[in-house]
């Protein structure tokens, strides 16, 4: 069983930075591809961005991309999302999550891909 746990979310003004994390722990977590998902009030879940189990695959989307930098810990047991140029319209619950991945350079971009996730930390930016 793996589970993940956020942190780092809070209320920042538009053109702040903030920094998320995900701690990840269970068997075998270090072969997890993960990514970062997010879901504003009334919205669906929407990718932000991915990362491969060797961190040497990256892909975001396209409303954060040159913004956010995601990021592995050495022991790829930690997750990081490093926000930069915020918009009011990034305010959203923010999801970590991870899945099982053979290939050490492949990530996944669909939420349905992802086995676990986890509870969500709120980022709110004010205008």
């Known amino acids: 069983q793996v589970q993940l746990v956020e942190s780092g979310g809070g209320l920042v003004q538009a053109g702040g930075s903030l920094r998320l994390s995900c701690a990840a722990s269970?068997?075998?977590?270090?072969?997890?591809?993960m990514a970062w998902f997010r879901q504003a009030p009334g919205k669906e879940r929407e990718f932000v961005a991915a990362?491969?189990?060797?961190?040497?695959?990256?892909y975001y989307g396209d409303s954060v991309q040159g913004r956010f930098t995601i990021s592995r810990g050495n022991a790829k047991t930690t997750l990081a999302l490093q926000m930069v140029s915020l918009k009011p319209e990034d305010t959203a619950d923010y999801y970590c999550?991870?899945?099982?991945?053979?290939?050490?350079?492949?990530?996944?971009?669909?939420?349905?891909?992802?086995?676990?996730w986890g509870q969500g930390t709120r980022v709110t930016v004010s205008s």
């Open positions: 999550a991870a899945t099982r991945a053979d290939n050490p350079y492949s990530y996944y971009v669909g939420a349905k891909e992802y086995e676990h």
């Open positions: 990362i491969s189990w060797s961190g040497g695959s990256t």
């Open positions: 269970g068997r075998a977590v270090g072969i997890y591809a």
